[in-house]
């Protein structure tokens, strides 16, 4: 079975200061991690994805995210936060090792609502 | 199209109506995922859809809800005798060929069940 934590129902910051939005797995195999951001109304918009390779990934809107096989995380970071950042972000893990046919579906979390202040 | 788009955006119904939730993918895309987000809750993954294969239906929460998807493009999902527990988004992804991991999302349905 495949699992994600977002432990942070809430996270806010200041306008310009860097943000974290903290996200932890649990997979059989190795992990696909994906981040998605919703704004209101609006359906998910995918930000950046770990597959293989550089544990550093960069995304758009100038996200990054940190893949820590030890300590099973894949936390989001921005440098500086805007006021447009805020929005509901999704952690979402698929395990790496699947049979023929299955379905490759992602778990997500249950969201994190960040909101950065003027 | 440029994106996945889904219809109606929002839809009403009384409790016991049966309604249909469209999902049209980006063009190309093979596999197509029919996700349920209920309030404050994540995504829960209802049925996929590959190419010509039958469709893994592990995650539809009652035999309610059927889906189909004709011609390998456009989506349908049923939820018939509606029930108010039914009332969340209905969201759907489309992603391209083997190894291409991401998925792309519509905006998602609204349904409320009166």
């Known amino acids: 079975a495949q699992s994600v934590a977002q432990p942070e129902d809430q996270v806010n910051v200041a306008e310009g200061n860097p943000l974290t939005v903290k996200c932890t797995y649990s997979?059989?195999?190795?992990?696909?991690l994906f981040w998605y951001v919703q704004y209101p109304n609006r359906g998910l918009q995918f930000l950046l994805k770990?597959?293989?390779?550089?544990?550093l990934v960069k995304g758009s809107y100038g996200f990054e995210a940190e893949f820590n096989k030890s300590q099973t995380s894949f936390h989001l970071k921005k440098p500086s936060a805007l006021v447009s950042d805020s929005a509901l972000y999704f952690c979402a893990v698929r395990d790496a090792g699947f049979s023929s046919g299955s379905a490759r579906q992602l778990t997500f979390g249950s969201g994190t609502q960040l909101t950065v202040l003027p | 199209g440029a994106g996945v788009s889904q219809s109606p955006s929002n839809k009403v119904t009384e409790k016991g109506k049966d309604v249909e939730l469209r999902c049209d993918p980006i063009?190309?895309?093979?596999?197509l995922y029919w996700y349920r987000q209920s309030l404050g809750q994540g995504l829960e993954f209802l049925i996929y859809f590959q190419g010509n294969s039958a469709p893994d239906k592990s995650g539809l929460p009652s035999d309610r809800f059927s889906a189909e998807r004709t011609g390998g493009s456009v989506s349908t999902l049923t939820i018939q005798r509606t029930q108010q527990e039914d009332s969340a988004v209905y969201l759907c992804a489309s992603r391209g060929l083997a190894g291409e991991e991401t998925q792309y999302f519509g905006p998602g349905t609204r349904l409320l069940v009166l």
């Open positions: 997979v059989s195999g190795n992990p696909y």
């Open positions: 063009s190309g895309h093979t596999a």
């Open positions: 770990y597959i293989t390779g550089d544990n």
